[in-house]
Structures are given as C-alpha cells and as structure tokens.
C-alpha cells in the first residue's frame, strides 16, 4: 500500500501542473483582464471609493488618468477602452499587474511563488490571497460539513430501508421524494424555503444574511449555539435536498447487488438472522463505495456546490469568493483559490482509495498496479 501511496503523490504534481496550465490559457484568452477593469473603472463605470489598484487608490489613479497626451503621442491600444489615455500610463498599470512580462514567463513566476505557498496579493482587495480565503473559510466549512453528515445520516439508513424493502409500498413511496430531490436543484429549492419561512409571503422565522446575527459576541454560550443554527438551517436543507437523493439510490443499488450473492444465501443458509446477515455480512461490503467517497462528496459541496447557496442567502465564504474573483479578473485569488483547492483535492482522492483499503484489507492496489 505504501508504494501505491507514494506512486499517487508523485502523479499529483504532473497533475496539478496540467490544470494550472489549462486554466492559465484559458483565462488568458478571455476578454477582460484586470488591465482592461482598471480602464473600465478610469473611463466613469462604477469606480468605488475603496477601489485600489494593486497598491494604487482610486484618488490616485483619476489624478494619474489626468496625464492624457498629446495629439502626437495618440496611438492604437490592445486594450478596449484605452483611447485617450497615455501610452505611458497604461504601462504602468500592466507593470503593477505584472503584465509588462511574457504570458509563460507569468506562468512560471506564478507557479515557483505557490510551490512555497506564497500565494500572492488580491488585486482589489488590498489584502492577501490567504487572508482572504481564511476569512471565507468558516461559513464554507460550515455549509459542507453539516450537509455532507446530514445527507449521509439521511441517505445511508434511507438507502438500506429501500433495498431490503425492494418493491414494496414503501420503496415506491420514498422513490418519489428521491425523484423529487433529483429534479429540483438546490438554489431553486432555496428560494423556495425564503419564500415560506425567511420572510418571502408567509411565515418569517428564518434570516436571511449571514452566519451569525450581529450581536452574536455578546450572547451567551447557548445563545451563540441557537444563533449559529437558526441561520444556517435554511442554507443546509436547501444543500440537503440536492445531494441526498443521488447517495440514497447509491447505496441501495448497492445493497441489492450484494444481497443477491452467494455469501449471502450461504450465511442465511447456517441460520442467521436477516439483521446479523445484514449487518454482519452485507454492510461491510455494500458500504464500501458509500463511505470510501466521504471525502470527495465533502470537497465537492465545501468548494463548489454552494456558490449559488451562498449567493441566495448572502452568505460570504468561498464560493461567492471565487466567483466575483472570476468577475472582476482578481487573478491572484483564482488562480491560488484553484492552486490550492485542487491540490487538496488530489490529496482527498488518494485519503478515498486509502479508505477503500482501511474499510476492506482485501482491496490491494499494490497488486493491482502490478
């Protein structure tokens, strides 16, 4: 196992370099980079008071969009927008951005600063990349590790119920709130639940902003814990709803499959109980799957299916993060956001395929890649 192990990290680098490079490209490509902002926001759209500009105030930059040139000094810019201003000017800017350097030699830059995790500085933000991801990280954090215990409490015994009662009443009557859960997504089912319980039309028990209410430091301990609840309740059963059904039919199938081998008639064969046979036998081997994709079902809705969760209830942790990075062009924060998050994702994968061996000696990937 320790040489599958060590195979698996040394394939994460060439990995995690070709999703930099694709992404790199990509973005590269697209139409408005943060030069292009920047000249958006001198030309009078929407120019903040607190906008910087990669260490530059918006004060300064109008005093520095005053330097316009002369008829002579006019000419072409690669920049949508850039008419008007000095040549000069627009060279500072991509000296402040970096963009005064070859796009692969970017790149490389880029990639030697988060080999040491130097992840570099927002580019409107005025804070670090890493500050900026430690402060969304709780409300992430939060929203995934409650959705992802609560489904799997859900979903596992929901699952078990359906295999051992295959065909019944019961079975058809829990397949339709699967349906249902499979065809309503999640920020749908979210705006459902304002509309009836955060004060949308009918009832108003819920809030709607926030992790915690603002006088939350001066409530007591049970306060803090009633606090903490009450407004992430509506945010985790609109994740629950979208991610339950999918586990539940996953583990059902999967029983099924295992109560109709050999080992199983075997065992009921010697006399034991349904629930021991169950248990005893079944479980172990049904579950495998399950509980073996436990960290790559976590990673998936703490990093990416919560951004329109997030959005709807306002609720400002990583995915809102990434997407007004994307916006905005604040490459610093998507590409160490996507550095980051990916690398821990190829660690979780292999945590999962550690797990598979964990829960089942028998599974052997040594041999395997043999």
Do not use: C
Not at 296 to 309: E, P, R
């Amino acid at each position: 196992m320790l040489a599958y192990i060590l195979r698996r990290l040394m394939l994460i680098v060439p990995t995690l370099l070709g999703i930099m490079v694709v992404n790199f490209i990509i973005v590269q490509a697209a139409p408005g980079g943060p030069v292009e902002q920047v000249i958006a926001k001198l030309q009078g759209l929407n120019v903040e008071a607190t906008a910087r500009v990669s260490g530059t105030s918006s004060a300064e930059v109008g005093q520095q969009q005053k330097m316009t040139p002369s008829s002579g000094q006019r000419q072409a810019s690669k920049y949508r927008g850039a008419q008007g201003l000095d040549p000069e000017f627009i060279k500072e800017i991509e000296r402040q951005f970096g963009f005064d350097k070859p796009a692969h030699e970017r790149f490389f830059m880029m990639m030697g600063n988060y080999v040491r995790f130097d992840f570099g500085d927002s580019f409107f933000r005025d804070r670090s990349v890493v500050d900026l991801v430690l402060d969304k990280m709780p409300v992430s954090i939060s929203l995934g590790l409650w959705t992802t215990l609560l489904v799997y409490m859900i979903s596992i015994p929901l699952g078990i119920a359906k295999a051992v009662r295959d065909g019944s009443r019961f079975d058809m009557w829990s397949s339709g709130v699967v349906i249902v859960g499979n065809a309503i997504p999640g920020f749908l089912f979210a705006i459902l639940l304002i509309v009836l319980f955060a004060g949308g039309r009918y009832l108003d028990w819920f809030p709607l902003r926030g992790l915690v209410s603002d006088n939350f430091s001066e409530l007591n301990t049970w306060g803090k814990i009633t606090d903490y609840f009450w407004h992430i309740t509506l945010p985790i059963l609109s994740l629950v709803i979208g991610g339950f059904a999918g586990l539940t039919m996953l583990t059902k199938n999967s029983f099924l499959d295992e109560i109709n081998k050999q080992y199983v008639i075997t065992a009921r064969s010697k006399g034991l109980s349904e629930r021991r046979v169950l248990y005893g036998h079944i479980f172990r081997n049904a579950m495998l799957i399950v509980v073996a994709g436990f960290p790559s079902a976590f990673i998936g809705i703490l990093f990416t299916g919560a951004m329109l969760t997030e959005i709807i209830f306002s609720l400002d942790g990583l995915g809102l993060l990434g997407f007004e990075a994307a916006l905005n062009r604040d490459y610093p924060v998507m590409f160490g956001s996507l550095f980051f998050f990916t690398l821990l994702g190829l660690v979780m994968n292999l945590i999962g395929d550690v797990m598979y061996h964990v829960i089942d000696p028998r599974i052997d990937f040594d041999k395997r890649g043999s």
